[in-house]
């Protein structure tokens, strides 16, 4: 079956220190992957996106940064969390002329 | 860029009360998406419209793709508590990088019992 995986469901991370958060798909091969960030109870802001292993697009210039190393495997990091990095972050894969999403990671950078 | 302009931006209703909301946009669509989010989690996705003037309904949810396909709406009716949430309008051109969805900023829907 078709699912995404997003991990960890929370996080708590002091300034200054790195990030990763992974973001795999099972059941399908090279889907459009994506990274959203969503401040508390607001829209939907697109980070990144990528077609493909090793391509990127990002959409807003920003402390964060993200790579495709596997076809199925989205990775969303920074090497510096700075205070305003906190919020809630998803993951999402396009399946038809939808997007699935992950059950996203709550950051909360202190 | 494309835009979506999603209102109200907040409704707080009492139970039983039927629910509109809507997205427009100064471009056409040709897919209209409709999603939930309940707090904490992923947007699920809520019913998808292919076509203009397309009217579809998922139990109390009903959803058009406005006749322009610049527009759509989504209502609930006789809204119970588990509605609550941020519902999200999104759209879609095919192809290339235009192939990714726009998304509105969202209607926080609140509940009282």
């Known amino acids: 079956s078709q699912t995404i995986h997003q991990w960890p469901a929370t996080l708590v991370q002091p300034v200054g220190s790195p990030l990763s958060l992974e973001c795999t798909v099972e059941g399908t091969s090279n889907p459009n992957l994506y990274w959203y960030r969503q401040a508390a109870g607001r829209g939907l802001q697109l980070l990144f996106y990528s077609v493909g292993i090793g391509q990127i697009s990002s959409e807003v210039p920003q402390n964060l940064s993200a790579s495709r190393p596997q076809d199925r495997q989205f990775i969303l990091s920074s090497k510096k969390l700075l205070l305003s990095d906190s919020g809630f972050y998803l993951c999402?894969?396009?399946?038809?002329?939808?997007?699935?999403f992950g059950s996203g990671t709550r950051l909360t950078v202190v | 860029g494309q835009q979506l302009n999603q209102s109200p931006q907040s409704m707080f209703i009492q139970e039983g009360e039927d629910v509109s909301m809507n997205c427009t946009s100064s471009?056409?669509?040709?897919?209209w998406l409709w999603y939930k989010q309940d707090p904490g989690e992923g947007p699920v996705l809520l019913i998808a419209?292919?076509?203009?003037?397309e009217l579809t309904s998922n139990g109390r949810l009903t959803a058009q793709f406005g006749i322009t396909r610049k527009d759509s709406f989504l209502n609930i009716s006789a809204s119970i508590p588990s509605d609550v949430g941020i519902y999200f309008c999104a759209g879609m051109n095919y192809g290339g990088s235009q192939g990714n969805l726009i998304f509105g900023k969202g209607t926080k829907l609140s509940v009282k019992p």
């Open positions: 419209l292919y076509k203009a003037g």
């Open positions: 471009s056409i669509f040709n897919t």
């Open positions: 999402a894969w396009k399946r038809g002329f939808g997007y699935t």
